[in-house]
């Protein structure tokens, strides 16, 4: 008998922790899916400003860079940070803070030696995308957002 209760503890138990992890997978699928679709905004955006895309989701050992794009006039490369939120009272460009600018440096750093980059200037931008539940994403471009 005090096995079976056992068992049956276990059942329960294991259960809870697969609801709960049903639960958090659909959370990240809901994140990925807003900074993707925030990061296809910008892309869009930047096109449409006569932006070249160089790269985008450009993975280093420590980090990632959202994109490298070039300026119209093909002088500037830049590094772009793009963040996107769901609710218009808390934009998501205030998540990039002085952490977040010296890694944006350092992988910075790291493109331009591994892509080779031979623009004179080197600039970084951050992206804010508002996707709101109905209608058409605002962006918000910060140019030059922070001195390399």
Do not use: C
Not at 67 to 91: C, F, L, Q, W
């Amino acid at each position: 008998m005090p096995r079976r209760h056992k068992r049956h503890h276990k059942q329960r138990w294991f259960s809870a922790l697969a609801a709960r992890w049903r639960k958090w997978r659909q959370y990240i699928a809901w994140f990925r899916s807003t900074g993707t679709r925030g990061e296809r905004v910008a892309r869009r955006y930047l096109r449409r400003q006569h932006y070249r895309v160089l790269g985008s989701n450009l993975r280093f050992q420590f980090g990632e860079i959202d994109m490298i794009a070039e300026t119209p006039d093909g002088r500037t490369a830049v590094i772009v940070e793009v963040k996107s939120h769901t609710n218009p009272d808390y934009p998501g460009e205030i998540h990039v803070n002085a952490a977040k600018r010296r890694k944006l440096k350092s992988l910075g750093r790291s493109a331009i030696r591994r892509y080779r980059l031979k623009h004179p200037m080197i600039r970084f931008d951050v992206i804010g995308v508002y996707l709101p539940a109905r209608g058409k994403p605002v962006v918000r471009h910060h140019v030059s957002a922070f001195a390399p």
